[in-house]
């Protein structure tokens, strides 16, 4: 079975500039997770999909982040403009639906903001 | 809001000795706590997990106990061996949303 999969890997971008990260869940999970991993604690949950409807977005700052899951499959989650606080490692993880407990999380993306 | 602290923050124990961690949530709707085990620059990989109606799990050297009274649950290592040194995440899920606590970096002392 294949992974969850999320690309870039690594990301350099300077503030005020803008990024964007992809994420490919486990076939058939419905359920699809963003958090942010910054250095030295654990994930924050930035926002939740069930399919293509947002669940939970109460942590993601909207003034610069979105997140979209169109046809309820990839995602992609951008920030514009980049902040020096972004820095971090964003994770994706999916899970079979929202009932379902078990996530699993892909490699990540680590982001530089300079 | 909802929150889950994690205990201690760094651990070293000595090779063949036992780790423990503890973890409080506050959220008293959560029924669901996993374990995560994080190596450097690699993702969080479950390594045991435990629901509401059960007190306590065990997987060969590794196990998990939930006190839902005292809304604690703590991990527990056995053995320890150099390949357990890593980060070690405690979550708690309430209503589909996971709280994750901040870690502890486990090292194991050869």
């Known amino acids: 079975e294949a992974g969850v999969a999320q690309s870039p890997r690594y990301k350099i971008i300077e503030k005020r500039q803008s990024v964007a990260f992809w994420c490919n869940p486990i076939?058939?999970?419905?359920?699809l997770y963003w958090y942010q991993q910054i250095l030295g604690q654990g994930p924050k949950l930035l926002i939740q999909f069930q399919n293509n409807g947002v669940v939970d977005d109460s942590q993601l700052p909207k003034d610069r982040f979105s997140a979209e899951r169109l046809k309820g499959v990839d995602s992609t989650l951008k920030i514009q403009p980049a902040k020096l606080e972004d820095s971090a490692v964003y994770l994706c993880a999916s899970s079979l639906d929202r009932r379902t407990d078990t996530q699993y999380f892909g490699p990540g993306t680590r982001l530089t903001v300079l | 809001g909802e929150n889950v602290e994690q205990h201690p923050s760094t651990l070293s124990v000595q090779e063949g000795d036992s780790a423990v961690i503890k973890c409080t949530y506050s959220d008293s709707a959560s029924n669901y706590f996993p374990w995560y085990k994080q190596e450097l620059g690699k993702r969080p990989q479950l390594i045991i997990d435990i629901r509401s109606n059960v007190g306590e799990k065990k997987d060969q050297r590794i196990a998990v106990t939930l006190n839902k009274t005292a809304k604690h649950f703590s991990l527990h290592i056995t053995e320890t061996q150099p390949e357990d040194s890593a980060v070690y995440f405690c979550?708690?899920?309430?209503?589909?949303?996971?709280?994750f606590g901040t870690g502890t970096r486990l090292k194991v002392l050869a």
């Open positions: 076939s058939g999970h419905a359920t």
């Open positions: 979550a708690a899920r309430g209503t589909y949303k996971y709280i």
